[in-house]
């Protein structure tokens, strides 16, 4: 088992990359690839940067060059559904691009049969159970997630709510599930709610951006124990 972790930016992740054991840092493609262990488990960790290219890239980066086994996506993300509050987190169930046509995703290249790619659920009931058994503050969800190019307010919010139904939305997710899809590698995203994607985005983002990120981490990192003691196919 290696374990490849992805954040967006330096806030979504460089707490855990702190903690890796004797880490050695590659270079690929503009990017720094931290190796190393976490609690006895090889991981890689890396900032993949804000948007789809770039989360797409390092995904198959890690999957290339690293041979990772698993892939997490830790990170923030707007909330869209009313029951959620700032700071829950949403673990991956189902994710889409809400920016892409359904057509260019089941009529061409990778001949989906829907527009939406599903996490693995040995790694959603590890999300689960640790939801379950830790003394975890704020709530966790699992459900859909949908990923596009753009900072999300209250133009869009109504409407991505009645095409998807989605728990949240974020700008890297669907890029790391379709890599993870077409490579046929396990994912698990694990988001926390930073802002409501609503009039107020903007400044609720970045005054939580701080504590949601590392709520997700902080699950990232549980997740990563449990795997260890269960292992994980
Ligand atoms: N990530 C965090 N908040 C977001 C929002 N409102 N839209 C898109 N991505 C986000």
């Known amino acids: 088992m290696k374990i490849g972790v992805i954040g967006p930016s330096d806030k979504e992740i460089m ?3 702190n903690k890796i054991c004797d880490v050695k840092i590659v270079e ?3 990017l720094k690839f931290y190796v190393g262990n976490y609690e006895g488990v090889e991981v890689v960790a890396v900032i993949c940067g804000v948007c789809k290219v770039n989360a797409a890239i390092t995904t198959q980066i890690l999957i290339d060059k690293f041979e990772v086994t ?3 996506l830790t990170g923030v993300a707007g909330g869209l559904d ?5 700071g829950d987190t949403i673990i991956s169930n189902d994710i889409a691009h809400h920016d892409v046509s359904k057509e260019i995703l089941i009529e061409y290249h990778p001949y989906m049969k829907d527009i939406y790619f599903r996490a693995n659920s040995q790694l959603i009931n590890t999300c689960e159970k640790i939801m379950k058994s830790k003394d975890i503050s704020n709530k966790c969800y699992v459900g859909r997630i949908i990923t596009g190019e753009r900072f999300i307010t209250n133009n869009e919010r109504e409407e991505l709510i009645e095409r998807f139904n989605p728990l949240c939305v ?7 599930a379709h890599a993870c899809y077409v490579n046929n590698i396990p994912f698990v ?5 930073s802002d409501n994607a609503d009039e107020d985005a903007s400044n609720s983002f970045k005054n939580n951006v701080n504590i949601a990120a590392l709520n997700s981490m902080k699950i990232t990192e549980e997740i990563i124990k449990e795997l260890k003691f269960i292992g994980c196919n």
């Open 189 to 193: 995203v694990i988001r926390s709610i």
């Open 15 to 17: 707490e855990f990359i």
């Open 70 to 72: 698993h892939v997490i």
């Open 82 to 86: 009313k029951k959620l509050k700032i």
């Open 170 to 176: 974020d700008m890297e997710s669907a890029s790391v």
């Open 28 to 30: 690929y493609a503009m």
